[in-house]
């Protein structure tokens, strides 16, 4: 996690929770990221219009974990639940994921 103040954590975690309620706890949190997607039909990854912090957090009910980036751009954050259908893989300069509508991107 990178080094944040507990009011600013705490600041974080009220504005998390205003978009979901059963967010309980920051588990970790990223400054600055920027979301590619892997567009099939031009073969190659497009930058989104999404970027900005990343959380990963807990919550009480199911999904028990998630991860956002509140969105720097817009207005439109991106949220995703870690459940089953999400699957990662881990590289040294970023993390490729597929959700569970089979979207290949990568942060």
Not at 26 to 41: C, H, M
Not at 44 to 68: C, M, N, Q
Not at 69 to 74: C, K, M, S, T
Request: with cysteine; hydrophobic share 40%; proline share 4%.
């Amino acid at each position: 996690m990178e080094a944040v103040s507990r009011a600013e954590q705490e600041i974080s975690l009220a504005a998390l929770k205003q978009h979901d309620p059963y967010i309980t706890s920051i588990a970790d949190v990223t400054g600055q990221v920027a979301l590619y997607s892997f567009s099939p039909k031009a073969n190659e990854w497009e930058k989104t219009d999404i970027e900005g912090t990343l959380f990963v957090y807990k919550r009480s009910a199911s999904p028990y974990h998630g991860f956002t980036i509140v969105n720097r751009l817009n207005m439109h954050n991106l949220v995703e639940p870690v459940n089953k259908d999400l699957e990662f893989q881990l590289h040294e300069h970023f993390l490729l994921y597929r959700n569970a509508s089979c979207e290949y991107n990568f942060l």
